[in-house]
């Protein structure tokens, strides 16, 4: 069994910056694509950015320029840096990692909240 576990998030004020990590563990051949969810109340889980095992990313148009998503190999890891936060980024944000272990299928982690406000 793999685990995700995001930690990072938190209250900031609109215009800061947070940076969120997940760690997996667990059995692990090897982690292929990872990246992050949002989910804000009342609306869909949307994708933020994923990055490849080889370091390709890919952003939601809307978040170009101001997320930056990056990961650890050698530790499992991936990062989600935050700049220039604003009160519409308020949501829970998820890991997601496409994981090869025992067999290859897709992990969700619990999410962590993140809340921009004055």
């Known amino acids: 069994q793999v685990q995700l576990v995001e930690s990072g998030g938190g209250l900031v004020q609109p215009g800061g910056s947070l940076t969120l990590a997940c760690a997996a563990s667990g059995y692990i051949v090897s982690i292929y694509t990872m990246a992050w969810y949002r989910q804000a109340p009342g609306k869909q889980r949307e994708l933020v950015a994923a990055?490849?095992?080889?370091?390709?990313?890919n952003y939601a148009d809307s978040l170009k320029g101001r997320f930056t998503i990056s990961r650890d190999n050698t530790k499992n890891l991936v990062y989600l840096q935050m700049n220039s936060l604003k009160p519409e980024d308020t949501a829970v944000y998820y890991c997601?990692?496409?994981?090869?272990?025992?067999?290859?299928?897709?992990?969700w982690g619990q999410g962590t909240q993140v809340t921009v406000s004055s």
């Open positions: 997601n990692a496409d994981v090869l272990g025992g067999t290859r299928r897709d992990y």
């Open positions: 990055i490849t095992r080889g370091g390709s990313t």
